[in-house]
């Protein structure tokens, strides 16, 4: 089974500032990586597919990047919406498993 | 408008039993492979079962192999996941999304299924 490990665990920054977040792979995924938003009490939403395609309806703020084992996803410029949990997950070997989180909160 | 709607939820004895269901609309629900995805209480995400388009290929996470059962009825645009045998680390929000080659979206809002005497 692939872990993902996430880091930072959690990111405190001010609205208007940029995020970055890491997903790191115990072994190659290629670019078979999502990236998901969840808000408290709502189900996850997916940003990204693939590594870097974004889904429809998601703002360009949003992008992902990255191949093999090391992904980031940016978050260019902070909206009070932003403000959630970010998961990566990778769909190149069964069983799909997710990373744990990287909680962005305002600081 | 695509719709997502889990129902089947609960609480539940260990060693008990319920069954999930999931409905869908505005969207080719018999088109897509369907999965469900469970969260434990303050955790992360865990594939937990999927389903291909016809019913003839599924695939489990190796702790509910054996006790739990996913299955779909196309005509009723409908998933559905048999739970059987539960146990306390079963207890999660239970969430239903469709598969597009490995990335889950949409989702379903989730049912609360909690195991616990």
């Known amino acids: 089974e692939i872990v993902l490990t996430q880091s930072p665990g959690t990111l405190s920054l001010s609205p208007g500032e940029r995020a970055t977040l890491s997903c790191r792979a115990s072994?190659?995924?290629?670019?078979?990586l999502a990236w998901y938003q969840q808000k408290p009490g709502q189900a996850p939403r997916l940003l990204t597919s693939?590594?870097?395609s974004r889904a429809i309806g998601i703002p360009d703020r949003f992008s992902g990047s990255g191949s093999g084992t090391d992904f980031t996803l940016t978050i260019s410029r902070l909206e009070p919406e932003d403000f959630a949990v970010y998961y990566c997950?990778?769909?190149?070997?069964?069983?799909?498993?997710f990373g744990q989180g990287t909680k962005v909160e305002i600081k | 408008e695509v719709q997502m709607v889990e129902s089947g939820g609960g609480l539940v004895q260990p060693g008990g039993s319920l069954r999930l269901s999931c409905a869908a609309s505005?969207?080719?629900?018999?088109?897509?492979?369907m999965t469900w995805i469970r969260q434990a209480p303050g955790k992360g995400l865990e594939w937990v079962a999927n389903?291909?388009?016809?019913?003839?290929?599924?695939h489990y996470v190796d702790s509910v192999k054996g006790r739990f059962t996913i299955s779909r009825d196309n005509a009723k645009n409908s998933l559905f996941l048999q739970m059987n045998s539960l146990r306390a680390e079963d207890t999660a929000v239970y969430y239903c999304?469709?598969?597009?080659?490995?990335?889950?979206?949409?989702w379903g809002q989730g049912t609360l299924v909690t195991v616990s005497s």
């Open positions: 999304a469709g598969d597009h080659k490995g990335t889950f979206d949409p």
């Open positions: 505005g969207f080719s629900f018999s088109s897509y492979w």
């Open positions: 389903i291909r388009q016809d019913g003839n290929e599924i």
């Open positions: 072994q190659s995924v290629g670019s078979n």
């Open positions: 693939g590594a870097s």
């Open positions: 997950q990778q769909f190149g070997s069964s069983p799909r498993t």
